[in-house]
């Protein structure tokens, strides 16, 4: 709660994970996850979106920091065949695979 007595809100899907946060002073986050409950998409407060993608083993392979802005930059994981990250990524404004 803040000085003027107006409480931070959390909105949550069904499964109990915050989809918005709407902080006292009127800032929001949002955030999206896929059928298995990963997250997949975060929005914070200055609307700077943050995508993750997943493999079939809920690894996390791909991050985009700023989508779409100048500012955007792509982390990519690599795993080997026990799961283990093997190697690490980071690339400025690269294109991204859809």
């Not at 959390?10 to 409950?37: D, L, M, T």
């Not at 065949?81 to 695979?97: C, F, L, N, P, V």
Request: charge should be neutral; avoid cysteine.
């Amino acid at each position: 709660m803040n000085e003027r007595g107006v409480a931070t809100t959390v909105q949550e899907n069904s499964e109990k994970r915050p989809i918005k946060v709407i902080a006292a002073e009127g800032s929001n986050e949002s955030f999206q996850y896929n059928i298995n409950g990963m997250l997949t998409d975060y929005i914070n407060a200055a609307g700077n979106i943050t995508t993750l993608q997943n493999n079939d083993q809920n690894k996390l392979i791909q991050t985009i920091l700023a989508k779409g802005k100048p500012e955007q930059r792509i982390v990519l994981w690599e795993y080997d065949q026990y799961s283990q990250a093997t190697s690490i990524k980071i690339g400025e404004k690269q294109q991204i695979k859809q």
